[in-house]
Structure formats: structure tokens, C-alpha cells
């Protein structure tokens, strides 16, 4: 392996995590070579991606986590399949336009959807239940942002509640890009954030339009919660990864779907 | 900017990189991030430059230049008087209760704090013991809090123990005043919900008037100022029976 200049700490974390997902177990010397950093940089690293769950340290080096993101703070689910999250959303010009009142729940997909809208948009009202969504959102300078109270759950960093959903309900947006968990042409959408789903079902009835937004790890896989049936949707915004043969099975339901190669 | 676009497309930036594209020297590139850190476009790192949202393990809120930064701090440090472990504590917007926010995160096990100061919300939550609430609303990013009628009403339909209102003015003849006509009447939903209302206000806020009114002296229960408060100052609002809490020397 090329031995490289030193890299900047996020980049070293994002490497270290996509590395550890193919080999499952990397010893310090390994990791060190791959990102170009001392052995005691890499140390400190796994220290610190490891309070965040992320990585097990373990004699000699690190291994990775099993896939649970259940398990995984909201933060560190970011990194994952951050390409195809952020080739997705560009699809997303597809239905956004200027002027429009819209509404994004917490998820990570949807945090590269914020920096998309900040990016390609003048004027939009936003509104979001999750304070990280918001802090990118708010380097949009002209957006209304609107927040919907509630009480904080800090593992997501998102506000819940009965009364978030019913202030949720008080509004009337154009269009939901919602960012899930789970989709599957035989029980639909499902998640396993119990409390996300009260917020979901405000966010889609007081919603004209609704687009699920989701990176082609999130085909084909059930989770404990109902959240709504593929017919409650207007679209679906997918990445590259996803085969001719799913966009054809997921198309047979009755969804219009956007990939790249699909109609984007 | 290209710096800035850079940024956005690839999150993180090392100053080689950016001298190399640019053409310039290292330490153009240097001035440059520092200028653009100055206008919240980027944070500055170890080697370069991230696109200030990207922070993918701190995600902190960016925080600007804080005047009387220690003044503060002492401020915060008075709040103990008034807070037990346990109790639901009302914070307004503003870089004073967000110094509060940082003393309580760091001296109570348990909390349940009602606030619509989003910077306040980051600091309290990194504790992770404590109930945080935030009522809804519009976001006013300049202030970095949520305003509004939704923002009134949610405040008002709790009950608080003690609220802490930061406030940009304070006079003996018009009492507590403000600039910021949307935090106003959010200051005066907490008044209204809560059991101690104490202002924090370091000593230059003392014996200004703004335009909008938020209430008297008489509808608060304390004032916690700093050691810059001038004892001539100090007696003047004493005699006008208002609760002054400054550092001891």
C-alpha cells in the first residue's frame, strides 16, 4: 500500500471504518500504513471511534462492529454509504423547487439531503424534527427553518412526542423526503425507531407529496415496525447499487423509482 | 470562493492542497481559512480546513466570537444558588445562558431544562443525563433559537422551577427591555411559567434601555451579574429592592 501524506482526521476515521467493514479485523500497523499516521495517531483514533461506537479495540488492533445500526449513534450511521447517499439526492432536483414548503425527518440519508438543498436552492421553508438536519440546514441562508417542539432524544438528536406530532400536523407541506430504514416490496416500509414512527405518520399525512429517499442497502430488508405500504408513496429516490432487477420488482408495485440510470 | 466550493464538494481540505490549486503559498492559504473560519464558512483543523458541518465525531455548533466571555462564565458559576439536582430549569437564547448551560451540564446529575436556545440544546445533550425540551417554532439562525407563537405556547404549557432570561438591557426607570423583538415574548412566556425568574446579565447590560419592553423589575426575582458591575451601579438597583447577585471578591 502507497504510504500517503498525512490526512486529516475525518478522512483517516472514514477510512478506517470502510476498511474494517471488508477485513472485519485490522491491527494498528495495518491501519497505520493505510492512512499514513503513527501508530500512536491510530491508537487515539480507535480510542475515539470506539466511544462512538463504531469499532471494538482489541489486542493489537480493531475489529468492526456487527451490522446492527440499531445499535450505532446517529452520528456514526452517517458514514456509511455516504457516496450513494450523496449521488442519490442529487436526483432529488427532480422534484424540489424553489419556493416549496418541505419536510425532512431524521435519518442519515437526509442529512446529505440538507446539504443538497443548502447547495441548489434560494428559498425554501424547511421543516425538520432533527437538530442535526437543522445545523446544516441553517447554513441555507435565505430557508425558513421550522422546528417542530418536542422533548430531545440525544442518541438520534432529534425531538419526539405527542405534541411534536401534533404540531407537525398543524402545517401543510408540499412534499416529505423521508429517510428510512427499511424497504421491501412485501411489507413496504418498516423501521425500527419506535418513536420516529408517530413522527413519520404526521410528517406523510400533512404531506401533499412523499419521497423516500434510500441507499440500496436499504432494498429488500424488513424491521420490527410498520411504518406504511409501498401505495402510500409517490417515489422513490435510490443509488446506483440497486439492481435492473429490484427497480423492475419495486416498479410492479406501483412506485416510480429514480436512479441514476432509472428515469435520473 | 473557491475554497468555500471546494469545501462543499469534498468536506475537508489540507492547506498543501489548496496552495496547489490555487497556486499560492501555504501560508495564503493559511489567511485565507483563517478569514473564511472568521466568517463561520469553514473550521479550521490540524493540517487544513473542514466544511463546517462536517464534522463527522464533535458535530458541534459553531460557536461565534463570544464578547465577555468571563464575565459570563462567572455568571454561570452563580446559577447554583438557585438550581437543585431534579428540578425543570428554563433557558433563553443567547450566549450568556449558553455559558449557563455549560455549568449546569457539567455540576447536575439530573435535569429537565425547557429551552429554545439550539446552541444551549448541543451543550446540555453532550451531558446526556438530562431532559431537554424544546419548544417549536420558527429558527431565527442569527440568534441560533427558535421564536414564535408555537414557541410561546409550548413554554407556557410547562411548569418551570426557576428560569434564567439573558437579556440585552436593564434599567432602573424601564426596567428589563430588549432589541430582539422576536425573543421578547418568548422571555415573557418564561416569566410567566416559572416559579424563579432570575436574570443573568453581565455588567454591561446594566442601565441601557431598548425599544421593546419585556417587564419590570418587580416581576423578577433576582439579577446574577460579574465583578466588572461597578459598585456605583450595584447600590442604584439595590435601592430600588432588586435581589443583586455578583461574584464575592
Same mark, same amino acid.
Given at each position: 500500500?502507497?504510504?500517503?501524506?498525512?490526512?486529516?482526521?475525518?478522512?483517516?476515521?472514514?477510512?478506517?471504518?470502510?476498511?474494517?467493514?471488508?477485513?472485519?479485523?485490522?491491527?494498528?500497523?495495518?491501519?497505520?500504513?493505510?492512512?499514513?499516521?503513527?501508530?500512536?495517531?491510530?491508537?487515539?483514533?480507535?480510542?475515539?471511534?470506539?466511544?462512538?461506537?463504531?469499532?471494538?479495540?482489541?489486542?493489537?488492533?480493531?475489529?468492526?462492529?456487527?451490522?446492527?445500526?440499531?445499535?450505532?449513534?446517529?452520528?456514526?450511521?452517517?458514514?456509511?454509504?455516504?457516496?450513494?447517499?450523496?449521488?442519490l439526492v442529487k436526483l432529488l432536483s427532480r422534484v424540489v423547487v424553489d419556493g416549496q414548503a418541505i419536510a425532512l425527518?431524521?435519518?442519515?440519508?437526509?442529512?446529505?439531503?440538507?446539504?443538497?438543498?443548502?447547495?441548489?436552492?434560494?428559498?425554501?421553508?424547511?421543516?425538520?424534527?432533527?437538530?442535526?438536519?437543522?445545523?446544516?440546514?441553517?447554513?441555507?441562508?435565505?430557508?425558513?427553518?421550522?422546528?417542530?417542539?418536542?422533548?430531545?432524544?440525544?442518541?438520534?438528536?432529534?425531538?419526539?412526542?405527542?405534541?411534536?406530532?401534533?404540531?407537525?400536523?398543524?402545517?401543510?407541506?408540499?412534499?416529505?423526503?423521508?429517510?428510512?430504514?427499511?424497504?421491501?416490496?412485501?411489507?413496504?416500509?418498516?423501521?425500527?425507531?419506535?418513536?420516529?414512527?408517530?413522527?413519520?405518520?404526521?410528517?406523510?399525512?400533512?404531506?401533499?407529496?412523499?419521497?423516500?429517499?434510500?441507499?440500496?442497502?436499504?432494498?429488500?430488508?424488513?424491521?420490527?415496525?410498520?411504518?406504511?405500504?409501498?401505495?402510500?408513496?409517490?417515489?422513490?429516490?435510490?443509488?446506483?447499487?440497486?439492481?435492473?432487477?429490484?427497480?423492475?420488482?419495486?416498479?410492479?408495485?406501483?412506485?416510480?423509482?429514480?436512479?441514476?440510470?432509472?428515469?435520473? | 470562493?473557491?475554497?468555500?466550493?471546494? $469545501?462543499?464538494?469534498?468536506?475537508?481540505?489540507?492547506?498543501?492542497?489548496?496552495?496547489?490549486?490555487?497556486?499560492?503559498?501555504?501560508?495564503?492559504?493559511?489567511?485565507?481559512?483563517?478569514?473564511?473560519?472568521?466568517?463561520?464558512?469553514?473550521?479550521?483543523?490540524?493540517?487544513?480546513?473542514?466544511?463546517?458541518?462536517?464534522?463527522?465525531?464533535?458535530?458541534?455548533?459553531?460557536?461565534?466570537?463570544?464578547?465577555?466571555?468571563?464575565?459570563?462564565?462567572?455568571?454561570?458559576?452563580?446559577?447554583?444558588?438557585?438550581?437543585?439536582?431534579?428540578?425543570?430549569?428554563?433557558?433563553?437564547?443567547?450566549?450568556?445562558?449558553?455559558?449557563?448551560?455549560?455549568?449546569?451540564?457539567?455540576?447536575?446529575?439530573?435535569?429537565?431544562?425547557?429551552?429554545?436556545? $439550539?446552541?444551549?440544546?448541543?451543550? $446540555?445533550?453532550?451531558?446526556?443525563?438530562?431532559?431537554?425540551?424544546?419548544?417549536?417554532?420558527?429558527?431565527?439562525?442569527?440568534?441560533?433559537?427558535?421564536?414564535?407563537?408555537?414557541?410561546?405556547?409550548?413554554?407556557?404549557?410547562?411548569?418551570?422551577?426557576?428560569?434564567?432570561?439573558?437579556?440585552?438591557?436593564?434599567?432602573?426607570?424601564?426596567?428589563?427591555?430588549?432589541?430582539?423583538?422576536?425573543?421578547?415574548?418568548?422571555?415573557?412566556?418564561?416569566?410567566?411559567?416559572?416559579?424563579?425568574?432570575?436574570?443573568?446579565?453581565?455588567?454591561?447590560?446594566?442601565?441601557?434601555?431598548?425599544?421593546?419592553?419585556?417587564?419590570?423589575?418587580?416581576?423578577?426575582?433576582?439579577?446574577?451579574?460579574?465583578?466588572?458591575?461597578?459598585?456605583?451601579?450595584?447600590?442604584?438597583?439595590?435601592?430600588?429592592?432588586?435581589?443583586?447577585?455578583?461574584?464575592?471578591?
Amino acid at each position: 500500500m502507497v504510504k500517503n501524506k498525512e490526512m486529516l482526521q475525518e478522512d483517516r476515521f472514514l477510512k478506517i471504518v470502510e476498511y474494517l467493514k471488508q477485513t472485519t479485523v485490522a491491527s494498528f500497523a495495518e491501519l497505520a500504513e493505510l492512512t499514513g499516521a503513527s501508530v500512536g495517531t491510530i491508537r487515539r483514533d480507535l480510542a475515539r471511534l470506539e466511544q462512538n461506537g463504531m469499532l471494538t479495540v482489541v489486542r493489537g488492533g480493531a475489529a468492526s462492529r456487527s451490522d446492527d445500526l440499531s445499535k450505532q449513534s446517529f452520528d456514526m450511521r452517517g458514514i456509511e454509504n455516504r457516496s450513494e447517499k450523496q449521488e442519490l439526492v442529487k436526483l432529488l432536483s427532480r422534484v424540489v423547487v424553489d419556493g416549496q414548503a418541505i419536510a425532512l425527518n431524521s435519518g442519515t440519508t437526509n442529512i446529505e439531503t440538507a446539504r443538497f438543498l443548502v447547495s441548489n436552492y434560494q428559498r425554501l421553508t424547511v421543516i425538520t424534527n432533527n437538530l442535526r438536519i437543522l445545523d446544516i440546514l441553517k447554513t441555507g441562508r435565505n430557508f425558513t427553518l421550522i422546528v417542530p417542539g418536542g422533548m430531545l432524544n440525544p442518541e438520534e438528536y432529534a425531538l419526539y412526542g405527542k405534541k411534536c406530532e401534533e404540531e407537525i400536523l398543524s402545517y401543510n407541506f408540499d412534499l416529505l423526503l423521508l429517510a428510512v430504514n427499511a424497504i421491501s416490496d412485501q411489507k413496504g416500509i418498516t423501521d425500527f425507531r419506535t418513536k420516529e414512527i408517530g413522527i413519520i405518520k404526521a410528517f406523510m399525512k400533512s404531506s401533499r407529496k412523499i419521497a423516500v429517499v434510500a441507499d440500496h442497502s436499504k432494498f429488500d430488508r424488513v424491521a420490527y415496525r410498520n411504518v406504511c405500504g409501498l401505495d402510500e408513496l409517490d417515489y422513490i429516490f435510490s443509488d446506483s447499487g440497486l439492481s435492473e432487477e429490484q427497480v423492475c420488482r419495486y416498479k410492479n408495485q406501483g412506485v416510480e423509482i429514480f436512479t441514476p440510470e432509472n428515469n435520473g | 470562493m473557491r475554497i468555500v466550493e471546494y $469545501l462543499r464538494e469534498k468536506k475537508t481540505a489540507k492547506l498543501q492542497d489548496i496552495a496547489e490549486l490555487n497556486g499560492v503559498s501555504v501560508d495564503t492559504v493559511r489567511r485565507d481559512f483563517e478569514q473564511l473560519e472568521a466568517e463561520g464558512l469553514l473550521r479550521r483543523v490540524r493540517g487544513g480546513a473542514v466544511f463546517h458541518n462536517a464534522d463527522i465525531t464533535t458535530q458541534k455548533v459553531g460557536i461565534r466570537g463570544i464578547t465577555h466571555r468571563e464575565e459570563k462564565k462567572e455568571i454561570a458559576a452563580l446559577t447554583d444558588q438557585f438550581v437543585a439536582d431534579g428540578q425543570t430549569v428554563g433557558l433563553t437564547s443567547g450566549t450568556t445562558c449558553l455559558e449557563v448551560a455549560r455549568f449546569l451540564a457539567a455540576n447536575y446529575r439530573r435535569l429537565t431544562v425547557i429551552t429554545n436556545n $439550539l446552541a444551549a440544546v448541543n451543550e $446540555l445533550a453532550e451531558a446526556g443525563r438530562f431532559t431537554i425540551i424544546v419548544p417549536g417554532g420558527v429558527v431565527d439562525c442569527n440568534e441560533e433559537a427558535v421564536f414564535g407563537d408555537t414557541c410561546e405556547e409550548d413554554i407556557l404549557s410547562y411548569n418551570i422551577d426557576v428560569a434564567f432570561l439573558g437579556v440585552h438591557a436593564i434599567s432602573v426607570e424601564k426596567g428589563i427591555t430588549d432589541f430582539r423583538i422576536n425573543q421578547v415574548s418568548v422571555q415573557r412566556a418564561m416569566i410567566q411559567s416559572a416559579k424563579k425568574r432570575i436574570i443573568v446579565a453581565d455588567h454591561s447590560k446594566f442601565d441601557q434601555v431598548a425599544y421593546v419592553n419585556t417587564c419590570g423589575l418587580d416581576e423578577v426575582d433576582a439579577i446574577i451579574s460579574d465583578s466588572g458591575l461597578s459598585h456605583e451601579v450595584y447600590h442604584k438597583f439595590r435601592n430600588c429592592d432588586v435581589d443583586i447577585v455578583i461574584p464575592q471578591p
